[in-house]
């Protein structure tokens, strides 16, 4: 049988523990922020699509000034398309496997994306993902590679 004192103690512990379950953050995520810029610039119709692993597949808030934030669990390949009405959608690229190596806590990543307009590009597409991000194993340093070669549509050509 339990004593008063034992009991006590217990609740006292969870009342301490408690707190800090409650507050406690996910470990391992990577947080992706930035905005989307364009020239002209509404963006309040633009859309970003996040496919994690590519099975996952959901949208992520854009405000109307075109401020991203995307909250990704480490170890996973993240495909991030952004787009909005009359601009060329553009694809980025992330692995965030080895993007918490030599770091304490989660990992930010902060990027812009801007669009460019459909009609100064009429019959065009990016030849694949404008950008990759990895991380470096054992550091976690950033890699990025970019490309930003266009090419005609098939459909176009025809």
Known sequence: MRTPATLRTIAQAFGILLPLLVTASDPGQVMVQGRMLASGGDLRQALLV???DGVACHWAHVSARGHFRVELPEGVHARLVFSSPDRLPKEVLLDTHRALDGSEGDRRLE????????SRNEGMGYAGPVGHIDFIRGSGTL???RSTR???HAHERE
Do not use: G, H, Q, T
């Open 143 to 145: 890699k990025v590679k």
């Open 50 to 52: 996040v496919e994690v």
């Open 150 to 152: 266009l090419k005609a």
């Open 111 to 118: 990027f812009d994306v801007r669009l460019e307009s459909l």
